[in-house]
């Protein structure tokens, strides 16, 4: 059964403190991104990767960073974490070109920074 | 700047009535207009999706009609049922499966 998996469902941070939130995905998909979900706001596109060592920043990158060192693998990086960065994240990946267009979501890791 | 604006924010209907979720959108370029379910505490995951050069899709009971000319696009459930309760999320896109741009959902609860 393909999946996206993200490491952490729920993660407790405290303010100033670097957070890593990790997404692996096991269908060889070129594309991988990270969306921030929020009441009221729907979901928010932080960073994307169309390829190994390649990002392009999304609608929302201020205070994030990301690596894909791995194709399967896109980290997000918070490397000052702040209240305002509470919130659920989600990973999704999606191949590039082909018919089956569609983001693959995990189930998301819900992120508390106090 | 939300490009794709999205009503109602939540939306009640009795078994066997029709739900029926509203978006609109700003850019012309986009192609491809994909809508999400969310149930609680797992990923959106696609439900049916439209191109700009048909006005309806039908798949089972999800229906999607789109105006072109209006910028406007909405999914019908016909015969809602409470397994539909869930959030949707109406979405577009420019190529398909490139930078999703998402609207701000619509949290849907079908009663018995």
């Known amino acids: 059964d393909v999946k996206v998996t993200q490491s952490s469902r729920y993660l407790v941070k405290r303010t100033g403190e670097k957070v890593f939130l990790e997404c692996v995905q096991d269908?060889?998909?070129?594309?991988m991104f990270w969306y921030r979900q929020d009441p009221g706001l729907g979901l928010r596109l932080i960073y994307f990767?169309?390829?190994?060592?390649?990002?392009e920043k999304g609608d929302i990158p201020e205070g994030y960073s990301v690596s894909r060192e791995k194709k399967e693998r896109f980290s997000l990086i918070l490397e000052s974490a702040s209240t305002n960065q509470t919130s659920m994240y989600l990973c999704a990946s999606s191949p590039m070109g082909g018919k089956d267009e569609k983001l693959l979501f995990g189930s998301g890791t819900q992120l508390s920074v106090l | 700047q939300q490009q794709v604006k999205q009503s109602p924010q939540s939306l009640i209907v009795q078994k066997g009535g029709i739900s029926i979720i509203n978006c609109a959108y700003e850019?012309?370029?986009?192609?491809?207009f994909p809508w999400y379910q969310q149930f609680p505490g797992k990923g959106p995951a696609l439900l049916i999706a439209?191109?700009?050069?048909?006005s309806e899709k039908k798949e089972g009971r999800f229906t999607i009609s789109f105006n072109k000319s209006a910028k406007q696009f909405s999914l019908h459930i016909m015969d809602s049922q409470p397994g539909d309760s869930a959030t949707y999320f109406c979405a577009a896109s420019i190529g398909g499966y490139q930078k999703v741009t998402f609207g701000t959902g619509t949290k849907l609860q079908v009663i018995p």
């Open positions: 850019n012309t370029a986009f192609d491809y």
């Open positions: 990767s169309y390829d190994v060592k390649m990002k």
């Open positions: 439209i191109r700009p050069d048909v």
């Open positions: 269908m060889d998909h070129e594309n």
